[in-house]
């Protein structure tokens, strides 16, 4: 019942702003209900604030995008084929595909979400140790044990 009361309250403080409440006879509450705001434009920035500057910056940024859309696209016959046809060439792509996909997504997480002077930095890096360390230890799991792929499919026939 108050939602409407609220409703009601609001429809006559629209009704005063525009001059057709006196003639409706409405109440002075609704001022305090309801307060009337002025619209406020903020000035047009007249450079970019994000993204890449240069011409050659926007050429660069669209051929690494393209690159990113061509690995993720790779990775969805990747998958299946190193899951259903196990061997160390097809583990050897999957790792490389999966690592590098990982690689390109966390950096644009730093370089979107990490401002400052210093957090960038620290944030690329770790994220380059990260990546080489997981493909580093993934192939070494590749090449001295049984695979990867054997490894998804061992832990998904166990559970």
Same mark, same amino acid.
């Given at each position: ?27 002075? @509450?609704?001022? $305090? ?7 406020? +434009? =903020?000035? #047009?920035? !007249?450079?970019? &604030?994000? *993204? ?41 792509? @999957?790792?490389? $595909? ?7 997504? +966390? =950096?644009? #997480?730093? !370089?979107?979400? &990490?401002? *400052? ?41 166990? @559970?």
């Amino acid at each position: 019942m108050s939602v409407f009361t609220i409703l009601r309250l609001a429809g006559r403080s629209t009704l005063r702003c525009s001059g057709v409440s006196q003639q409706l006879g409405g109440a002075q @509450l609704t001022a $305090a209900v309801v307060p009337r705001k002025s619209l406020m +434009l =903020s000035p #047009v920035a !007249q450079k970019r &604030i994000y *993204g890449p500057e240069e011409e050659h910056e926007r050429v660069d940024e669209i051929h690494h995008w393209k690159n990113e859309r061509y690995v993720a696209i790779a990775l969805l016959p990747i998958i299946p084929a190193a899951l259903a046809y196990p061997n160390p060439i097809l583990d050897t792509v @999957l790792v490389g $595909a999966m690592c590098l996909h990982t690689h390109w997504r +966390l =950096s644009g #997480v730093v !370089q979107d979400y &990490i401002h *400052g002077q210093v957090l960038p930095k620290i944030g690329r890096t770790l994220v380059l140790v990260l990546g080489i360390c997981a493909f580093g230890s993934l192939c070494y799991f590749n090449y001295t044990d049984i695979g990867f792929a054997k490894a998804v499919r061992l832990l998904y026939s166990e @559970l």
